[in-house]
T-cell receptor
Framework: NAGVTQTPKFRILKIGQSMTLQCAQD?????MYWYRQDPGMGLKLIYY???????DKGEVPNGYNVSRSTTEDFPLRLELAAPSQTSVYFC???????????FGDGTRLSIL | RKEVEQDPGPFNVPEGATVAFNCTYS??????FFWYRQDCRKEPKLLMS???SGNEDGRFTAQLNRASQYISLLIRDSKLSDSATYLC??????????FGKGTKLSVKP
């Protein structure tokens, strides 16, 4: 069982560059989430989706965009990378929105 | 008051010890409660859900006090492999998960 798969696992970007963090799940879950976790801090919700074609902002959406064209995929886009976006990014999914979430391994992103 | 507060620790305990973690939450409308475990530089993994009547899973016992808006996790007979950060997580009806910063546990031989 693959579960939630995130790519890449590590990335270094220069300020102003853009990139897309990929997230895919094979559990047919409707709900998908993107979080960021800064050192010593709790996870903060960036964006979430309740199904294909539906996305909404979380607590810290500025500087990010998402899309959900299929149930399986939920990519996160950084348009103009800033040092403040250096963090570990986790994608998660669950079936109903009320169940515990399954997390991917994370993407460690450094912006220099 | 922060939405979910935990003692950051670290808690340094010997093998075999009993250790308890506490968590308070500010939103009285919170409906679901969880403890997640996060190993260093790894993703969070569900340890257990927390039910109003309290629940146990092996060496782990979780308690919920809605009146005091307080959640606890008790670990008995600590193992070296229990060393991790324990995240308290709450969810309100129709809301999203709110994570505490976590409590770090280090179990020593």
């Amino acid at each position: 069982n693959a579960g939630v798969t995130q790519t890449p696992k590590f990335r270094i970007l220069k300020i102003g560059q853009s990139m897309t963090l990929q997230c895919a799940q094979d559990m047919n879950h409707n709900y998908m989430y993107w979080y960021r976790q800064d050192p010593g801090m709790g996870l903060k919700l960036i964006y979430y989706s309740v199904g294909a074609g539906i996305t909404d902002k979380g607590e810290v959406p500025n500087g990010y965009n998402v899309s959900r064209s299929t149930t399986e995929d939920f990519p996160l886009r950084l348009e103009l990378a800033a040092p403040s976006q250096t963090s570990v990014y986790f994608c998660a999914s669950d079936d109903t929105g009320y169940q515990p979430q399954h997390f991917g391994d994370g993407t460690r992103l450094s912006i220099l | 008051r922060k939405e979910v507060e935990q003692d950051p620790g670290p808690f340094n305990v010997p093998e075999g010890a009993t250790v308890a973690f506490n968590c308070t939450y500010s939103n009285s409308a919170s409906q679901s409660f969880f403890w997640y475990r996060q190993d260093c530089r790894k993703e969070p993994k569900l340890l257990m859900s927390v039910y109003s009547s309290g629940n146990e899973d092996g060496r782990f016992t979780a308690q919920l006090n809605r009146a005091s808006q307080y959640i606890s996790l008790l670990i008995r007979d600590s193992k070296l492999s229990d060393s991790a950060t324990y995240l308290c997580v709450v969810k309100s009806y129709g809301g999203n998960l709110i994570f505490g910063k976590g409590t770090k546990l280090s179990v020593k031989p």
